[in-house]
């Protein structure tokens, strides 16, 4: 037959025949063909991974691993952390409900004071010690309500905060937290009229103001230029500053337990007080054209310096007699803070210190 002397030179084709689906499974097994597909499903963060092949078990994490070196991976006590963990200095906490805050970590932590009882107390009786009181925002609490009309009254700032930011300062809080100044300042009535007397008097008086600062480091600069140039007496805002932190007293070297701090209620009308006493008001700024340079000052001055962001606030700059510019390369943006409030009290002092 014509059908079978075709089969005497190519073999029988029923016996090498294949079934076509057989065929197909075989290439798809095998990998031959269209590309193999592969599961992928969502995770709920949107991430596409590749699903775990199924029948696989749990997975072996010792895969990799000789024999002779696999680990017990439930078992981490011998495990030693990449990073060594080093203990919370508590050695700041005085009394219950009073634990170290996160600070800078070259000095040591701000102090925190937790727990509506002792911050009532705080505002109570050290007002002039406490930085800032920071509240849970929104807790319906009237007690917390009560208490920050009491910070208000005795014109420390306050702050409405998540309640993870406060767990993060001091626990137990009980929804408010007072951040502590390293040293408590003085009151603004308690030394007009030590100025006041001076001036009339005839008696050389040298007052700094520092506003917008928010570096420590910065501030404690400050600080310590105030009390090697011979400042009497220097004066912070009620908020818009950084605390009397560790850092500032770490960067003072020494100068914040001698310099004597003043915190007016109202910054602009103790400035306001000055200048109608007749002392002389000076702000540090380059949007002028008076040089710093061999200015006349009189013998009662203010010399007043602002963050190097933002500058002299207005409500000093419109009470200035003279605004002063610093000599500066044009190529420079402008002076640290400390730097310029130093310049300006040197040109002062050089003719008054031997």
Wanted: proline fraction near 5%; aromatic fraction near 6%; charged fraction near 30%.
């Amino acid at each position: 037959m014509a059908f079978d002397r075709d089969n005497k030179n190519f073999g029988d084709r029923r016996e090498s025949s294949r079934d076509f689906n057989d065929r197909r499974e075989t290439s798809e097994r095998r990998g031959f063909g269209r590309a193999p597909r592969q599961n992928y499903r969502v995770r709920e963060d949107n991430e596409f991974r590749p699903a775990r092949p199924q029948g696989d078990g749990p997975r072996d994490f010792t895969q990799g691993f000789r024999n002779n070196d696999r680990r017990d991976f439930n078992d981490r006590r011998d495990f030693k952390p990449r990073f060594e963990e080093r203990p919370q200095d508590t050695a700041r906490a005085y009394e219950d409900g009073v634990i170290p805050a996160v600070g800078d970590a070259d000095a040591a932590p701000q102090v925190a004071v937790g727990g509506i009882k002792e911050v009532t107390e705080l505002l109570t009786k050290s007002p002039m010690q406490v930085h800032r009181v920071l509240f849970m925002h929104k807790s319906g609490n009237p007690k917390l309500y009560e208490l920050q009309k009491l910070a208000k009254r005795v014109h420390v700032h306050v702050q409405q905060v998540d309640s993870k930011i406060l767990n993060s300062y001091a626990t137990p809080n009980h929804g408010v937290v007072a951040l502590m100044n390293e040293k408590e300042l003085l009151v603004w009535e308690d030394v007009r009229g030590e100025l006041f007397a001076a001036k009339e008097k005839g008696e050389k008086k040298l007052i700094a103001v520092a506003t917008n600062i928010e570096d420590p480091r910065n501030l404690g600069a400050c600080i310590r230029s105030c009390l090697a140039l011979g400042c009497d007496i220097l004066l912070l805002p009620a908020k818009g500053m950084c605390g009397i932190t560790p850092s500032v007293a770490r960067t003072s070297a020494g100068a914040l337990e001698k310099m004597r701090i003043c915190r007016p209620n109202n910054l602009e009308a103790a400035v306001g007080e000055l200048k109608q006493a007749g002392y002389q008001i000076l702000g540090l700024d380059a949007d002028t054209e008076t040089n710093l340079a061999d200015f006349q000052f009189s013998d009662q001055a203010v010399i007043a310096v602002g963050g190097e962001d933002v500058g002299l606030p207005p409500f000093i700059k419109k009470q200035c007699d003279s605004i002063l510019r610093i000599p500066m390369m044009p190529e420079a943006h402008s002076y640290n803070a400390s730097v310029a409030l130093s310049l300006g009290l040197y040109e002062y002092a050089r003719l008054r210190i031997k």
